[in-house]
Every structure is written in C-alpha cells, then in structure tokens.
C-alpha cells in the first residue's frame, strides 16, 4: 500500500487517519494513527481543542511519510453544526463552542419570532435541533455581536482544518446544509433567512460540493512533512461519509450507528412536507448531491456516557454481555429526551426518569446497560416506522454502519422489534465513504454506484433475523 488515500475521519470523542487504497477491485485499508477527542472548558464553554485535533492530523500525515506510504489526496471528515470564525488577519475570534453546550438552551424559540417554523423548515429542510449553527449564530449575536460583524470566515471545523493544510478557504456542501442556513433547493446560502436574523451574511464563503478538488498542500507544510498530496472535499459531514459506504440503498433504511445514530434513506431531492416537519426529520446534502432523509436521534453516547460513569470498569462488550444477563429488566425511557445530551451522570439521570414514570428503577450494570440498549430499540423502530409512513411503503431491510454494527445484542434487537432483515457493517463506514470519495475524484473509481458494488465485495456483512439466529456471512 504505498500509493494510498489518507481519510481523516474526527468522531466527538476520537479520530483516525486511516489508509487505503484498491487492489484487485478491492478496497484495503490501514489505520495509521488514532486519537482521543475530549471536551476542554475555556470561559465558562464546552468546547473542541482543534489545535490538539489539528496536530493529531499533522502527527498522523507524519506516521505516513515514516511509514513509506505515499498519500496521493487526504480527506477530512468530521460531525456537523460547530464551527469557527476568523478575521480579516485569518486569526481565530472564537473557540469552537461544542453542540452540547447550554448556550443553545431557549435560542430556538427566539428564532421562531423571526421566522416561522415552518418557513424555516421549507427553505432549508433541516431538523430542528437546539444546537444546530444557526441557534449557536443566533446565541453569539445576542452575547458578542461584535465578534460576528468583525468575523470575514465561516469555517466549519473540517473547513478549518482544510484552511490550515492549504491556505484555502470554503465552505464544502453536506456540512453545511447541516447548519440549518442553506436553501435546500437552490444549495446556497439563504441570504434572506441571514438578513431576517441581522446575521452577518458576507463571512459566509463559497460552497464547494463534495468531491472537488481544493488544492494542494501549502508549500512549506509539504517541505516540512516531505509529503506532497491534494487536499481533497469528501463528504465533510461525517455521516454523509458513511451513507456513501452503505452497500446497497435500494429499499433500505440505513443507521448510522455511532455517538449518534442517524436514521434515514437516500432520496435525490429534499421532501420539505408537513408529516417531515410534523417527525423532525432532515434533509442533508450528501455526495453528488444525493438528499439523506434522516432523522438524528440518541446513539452510543449514552452507553459511552454510562462506561465513564462506571470509570471505565466494564469495556463496552461487557456492559452488552451483562445487558443480555438482565433479560428480565424492563424499564424503558425517552433517550430522544434534551435531558441526556449532557447530563451531569447518566446513570443517575436513568435512573431519575425510571423513578418519575414510576418504573423499576435500574441498579446494576447490566440493568442500566439494558434500559439504554432497550430504550434505543424503540426509538430506531420509531423513526423507521415514520420514514415508511411518509414514504408510504415498506423497507424490507436495514443497513446498520458504523462501530456500533459491531453492537451483535443491539443489531438482533433491532431484526426483533421491526421483522425486518438487518444488515450489520462496514464497521469503517465513515473512513470508507470518505476514501472512496477520494478515489472516485483521482479518477480510480467511476462513481458512487461502482463504489457501492466494490465496498460490497470488500468487508464482511453479517446478517439478523427476526428468529433471534445470526445468519452466516452474506459476503
């Protein structure tokens, strides 16, 4: 693998540089280096270290070069809505303030006095979450208006890490309809939706589409590293990554199985209709400029949460293993709830909720492990059954992607709550999607269909049934 890919793929709580490139129609790939991603408060805010992710990036490019690789093109992948601000000087006038933030509390309401919801949902198509770009605009203008009139760059963090690479500043496609400010039909900024909310409309940069070629790496960073290579737009927005590498989309319901899960379908343009707007799902931009009708609902982080409040004594494999021993267990919550996004203890939060719906109260492990796994079963089912109802036909197959495919107790409970075939893999998926957007740009790869049928060939699927069996590998 010394002619290879580099995808840079950044989760909320860690990231990988990983590797790849074809052999045979197959598609290999190579984890390089791989890191944590922690919350740091600076004034008061949660927020992202990027100048530590940064250097992990830097660090990772540099294990390449000791490793004989030869990068051709670099990708970079991240979560959506959270973003910096430069000025005229390209210095930084804001910390990137994370999306669990309290800042957003109450801004959503505000921005309904501007513009109705519904109007905002038609032109832009966009989920309505606290914590969307918008609300934290919104919250920046009412704390520090003179740092966004001062403000000449939008940079969405991979658009920020691009800057920083290339010296080349844009703001690429499917992150940005994420923020709930692009017009979901023309692709563009929604001028008009910036000059209702007084929002400063000329730091808003170009947007690119997934898939171009931004450029080079600066000169002197090339010199520094002894690694020349283009700096390529994948999808940006890490789930728009993953539903590239979804194998087959045709009558299937996806899940992107991670700190969130985002459950949708693939459409080639946005379904801005009431039942859409009345569910709160979103239609995100996505490579060759595909729609993901999706909605986003609670994932791993509350198990993720959950492990840390135990300091880390049980690995995740075995908060399932004792899930499945409290079989009896049946308390259920609305993990969907704003409570769990960032409670001061899960578990105590759990089990709060347990106690003021009247319910058992979980304990152990195993029990709250198994109140969470239970509990997210019936918010995907949820959401699978109001895709069907607006869709008005029924998806015979779910494709779960992303680390939490490797969930075997999560993937039958989802075969068992919906009678519907599961599909569990590429674990990779976000690195996956993100490479093959590389490749299909170098000319290697013809397009997204061909990339489909190569992903297909090249990692193992495994697939549930209802019957509570594991069938054998379907590849």
């Known amino acids: 693998m010394s002619k290879c890919s580099i995808a840079v793929d950044i989760g909320a709580s860690s990231g990988r540089l990983i590797a790849g490139c074809l052999q045979d129609n197959n598609l290999k790939l190579k984890e390089i280096h791989r890191f944590d991603n922690n919350l740091i408060i600076k004034d008061?805010?949660?927020?992202?270290?990027?100048?530590?992710?940064?250097?992990?990036?830097?660090?990772?490019?540099?294990?390449?070069?000791?490793?004989g690789l030869h990068p051709e093109s670099i990708g970079i992948d991240t979560w959506a809505v959270d973003f910096v601000l430069l000025d005229e000087k390209n210095r930084l006038l804001t910390d990137a303030i994370a999306y669990r933030d309290a800042r957003t509390d109450g801004m959503m309401e505000e921005v309904f006095h501007f513009i109705s919801k519904e109007r905002l949902y038609l032109e832009t198509g966009i989920q309505f979450q606290k914590f969307n770009?918008?609300?934290?605009?919104?919250?920046?203008?009412?704390s520090n208006p003179e740092v966004l009139e001062q403000a000449?760059?939008?940079?969405?963090l991979p658009d920020y890490f691009n800057y920083l690479l290339t010296g080349k500043k844009v703001n690429e496609y499917t992150n940005a309809t994420s923020t709930q400010l692009v017009n979901a039909f023309t692709k563009k900024w929604d001028n008009d939706l910036l000059d209702l909310l007084g929002i400063n409309k000329e730091m808003f940069l170009e947007i690119k589409p997934a898939g171009s070629i931004l450029g080079d790496m600066e000169t002197e960073l090339s010199k520094e590293l002894g690694i020349d290579m283009k700096v390529i737009l994948p999808a940006t927005h890490d789930t728009g990554s993953a539903v590239v590498a979804v194998p087959e989309v045709d009558d299937t319901v996806y899940i992107s199985s991670g700190t969130w899960s985002l459950i949708g379908v693939e459409n080639p343009f946005p379904i801005c209709i009431t039942k859409a707007l009345d569910y709160n799902f979103t239609n995100e931009g996505g490579l060759s400029y595909q729609y993901r009708f999706l909605k986003n609902v609670m994932g791993l982080w509350m198990i993720q949460e959950v492990k840390r409040n135990y300091n880390d004594q049980y690995s995740f494999s075995e908060l399932v293993e004792l899930a499945a021993k409290a079989s009896e267990f049946r308390a259920k919550i609305n993990v969907d709830n704003d409570r769990f996004l960032k409670p001061e203890n899960m578990i105590e939060e759990i089990q709060k909720v347990c106690r003021e719906t009247n319910q058992e109260v979980p304990e152990t492990p195993g029990e709250v492990a198994k109140c969470v796994f239970d509990s997210l079963g019936d918010s995907y089912q949820k959401a699978i059954n109001q895709i069907e109802e607006i869709y008005e036909k029924e998806f015979n197959k779910i494709n779960i992607i992303g680390g939490g495919s490797q969930n075997e107790m999560l993937n039958q409970l989802i075969a068992d709550k919906t009678g519907k075939e599961v599909i569990a893999g590429p674990v990779e998926a976000t690195a996956i999607g993100n490479l093959v957007s590389q490749l299909i740009t170098l000319g290697k790869i013809k397009d997204i269909d061909e990339a489909?049928?190569?992903i297909g060939q090249s990692f193992e699927l495994k697939g549930y049934t209802a019957t509570g069996r594991e069938e054998e590998s379907v590849t």
């Open 44 to 67: 008061g805010h949660y927020c992202w270290d990027v100048h530590a992710l940064y250097n992990e990036i830097i660090t990772g490019i540099r294990i390449c070069r000791d490793r």
């Open 133 to 142: 770009t918008i609300y934290q605009l919104y919250s920046l203008k009412k």
């Open 152 to 156: 000449t760059s939008f940079l969405m």
């Open 452 to 454: 489909r049928n190569i």
